[in-house]
């Protein structure tokens, strides 16, 4: 079968279509039969321009589970010559035809949490995410003798890391963290009491990112050991109160009946 391309008829303009090929609807059912059993194929849907002398055929498919495709014979006519020559036979989905999704590289549909124990999952030489430590150092505040010094040490003795977040990496990371369960958006910040910058259980992340992302260290927190940004919040922020109302209710005392004068039968 072909590609999955979808076709939609049009009317061949008889100027710019060649009659020959237009008129050879024989001609091409006659070499789908020789591939395709009569059972599967229907009626004649249409021709396509495709060219100066070619044209493309469409039939009906009626082969079971393949409803709304259609088998296309493509057609041409050598100059000067008066019959056609079949160029291609295949089937091809319509636009009512089911088709496979669109093929997704197994590294873009990788989640978080897929991952087991022994798996390896490597990054791709040149990843945007990534720059060479020595290229420009490990932070953004280092001055241009920090960066001088990284790129000779890196050099002369390879340590440390080999490479590390460039910009474009930092700024993903920083969208998908800040658009995720972790962000301002999610369902528990919005009900939030108070965000987590003023929460005595956040922990700065280091570098140009203090600014707007923490840690949270809450271990009664659904977000506990996660990224949060600083205007995320949960119910369980540190210095929530719960209104009196709220309180559950006390307790009655207990109550001894002393209007019967039963006694308690001995065990």
């Not at 039969?33 to 009569?38: F, G, K, M, R, Y």
């Not at 709304?68 to 100059?79: D, E, L, P």
């Not at 019959?83 to 035809?97: K, Y």
Request: overall charge negative; aromatic content about 4%; hydrophobic content about 40%.
């Amino acid at each position: 079968m072909s590609e999955n391309r979808r076709v939609t008829l049009t009317p061949v303009a008889p100027s710019k279509a060649d009659a020959v090929v237009v008129a050879a609807v024989e001609a091409a059912r006659e070499a789908l039969l020789e591939d395709v059993d009569a059972r599967d194929v229907g009626e004649h849907l249409g021709a396509v321009a495709e060219g100066e002398r070619l044209a493309t055929h469409l039939f009906e498919c009626v082969r079971p589970g393949y409803q709304g495709w259609r088998w296309s014979v493509t057609v041409v006519r050598a100059s000067r010559q008066k019959s056609v020559t079949v160029d291609e036979i295949v089937l091809i989905p319509g636009e009512a035809a089911i088709v496979a999704p669109a093929w997704v590289p197994y590294r873009e549909r990788i989640k978080p949490g897929d991952l087991s124990p022994g798996d390896l999952l490597p990054v791709e030489e040149d990843d945007e995410r990534l720059v060479p430590t020595y290229a420009v150092g490990e932070d953004d505040d280092l001055s241009e003798d920090d960066v001088a010094q990284i790129r000779a040490v890196a050099r002369e003795l390879g340590l440390g890391r080999v490479r590390t977040l460039s910009l474009e990496g930092r700024e993903q990371a920083a969208q998908r963290w800040y658009d995720g369960l972790g962000g301002p958006e999610s369902p528990l910040a919005q009900s939030a009491p108070e965000p987590c910058r003023t929460c005595g259980f956040l922990i700065r992340v280091s570098g140009s990112l203090s600014e707007v992302f923490g840690v949270c260290a809450n271990g009664n927190a659904n977000d506990d050991g996660r990224v949060v940004s600083v205007d995320h919040g949960c119910g369980a922020h540190s210095e929530v109160k719960i209104a009196r109302t709220q309180q559950p209710l006390p307790l009655p005392d207990h109550v001894h009946d002393t209007v019967g004068d039963d006694e308690l039968e001995p065990l």
